[in-house]
């Protein structure tokens, strides 16, 4: 017995949005036109009701007493579809990272991690790109290599997917500045083949964030940036202990943060003991 009354309502206020909302629609360019073209069709000795944010009227019922805007009542109800489709992904999202806990425990296992001692001689060369100076460096750098992904493909491109977190410290000297030193922390990717199991060679790559002490002329800042890429031979003792050899193509600038921003590149050659 209710809902005859309540489609009756409803069809009377869908054809009052559509006779107030069609002639607005020409004005949606200019949401104050709206206003006043709303406004002055209340000249029949009836209310023109409230504004209603969007530029539109509300129609007051007499009935229910409660604002109604056709447009407003299709926004409302795409926010609250909103609102349900966030709430799903979010519970599925929750899912998903509750299931993925035995896997992200496989990913922080550390049973195959090493830790390495590096030391190497670098140096830089002018005219390498916008290089000027010679810088000479003695480098320490203690390594810590998570293993990351194992299994890697097979034959001879079979191996391993490391990442590496590197402390270099570093005593730099040249003819136009007293020596002095560096110190940063970089984060590498590396790729070892591991085909054979006693000589494995490996690639990396990466950079990080480096303080510079030494008053290196054509250097501007005290915190540069760098880059860099290296080759390298592992050759197994045995299980748990190897040697590390390799040759990097190292980076240093400050990316402009400060004038001049001359950059040191250079090689280094470096050995290591992981264990």
């Known amino acids: 017995m209710r809902a005859a009354p309540q489609l009756r309502r409803h069809a009377i206020f869908k054809e009052w949005g559509r006779l107030i909302c069609r002639p607005l629609r020409a004005h949606a360019v200019f949401p104050w036109l709206t206003t006043a ?18 530029g539109y009227f509300f129609l ?7 604002p109604i805007c056709p447009v407003m009542e299709k926004t409302m109800q795409r926010k609250q579809q909103g609102l349900t489709c966030a709430v799903f ?21 550390t ?26 460096s003695f480098e320490f750098a ?17 191996g391993r997917h490391d990442t590496l977190i590197e402390l270099p410290l570093t005593v730099v000297g040249g003819p136009g500045f007293d020596t002095s030193a560096m110190a940063g922390l970089n984060l590498l990717a590396a790729y070892t083949f591991t085909a054979d199991d006693c000589w494995q ?36 003792l045995d299980d748990l202990h190897a040697l590390l050899f ?13 004038d001049p921003n001359v950059p040191l590149n250079g ?6 003991y992981a264990f």
């Open 37 to 54: 073209a709303g406004a002055t069709r209340g000249h029949h000795g009836h209310s023109s009701g409230r504004q209603c944010s969007a």
């Open 60 to 66: 007051r019922n007499t009935e229910a007493k409660d």
């Open 89 to 109: 992904l979010l519970s599925l999202y929750t899912l998903t990272m509750l299931q993925a806990i035995p896997a992200r425990a496989e990913f922080w296992n």
């Open 111 to 136: 049973a195959d991690d090493y830790w390495a001692l590096m030391f190497g001689y670098g140096q830089s060369f002018p005219g390498w790109g916008q290089t000027e100076e010679r810088v000479h």
């Open 142 to 158: 203690p390594r810590y290599s998570h293993l990351t992904i194992d299994g890697i493909g097979s034959g001879w491109w079979a």
């Open 201 to 236: 060679p490996y690639v990396f790559g990466g950079g990080g964030i480096l303080y510079s002490f030494a008053d290196i002329p054509g250097m501007g800042a005290h915190w540069n940036g760098n880059y860099q890429f290296a080759g390298g031979l592992r050759y197994q």
């Open 246 to 258: 390799e040759a990097r193509y190292h980076h240093i600038s400050n990316a402009g943060s400060a």
């Open 267 to 272: 090689i280094r050659l470096m050995i290591g």
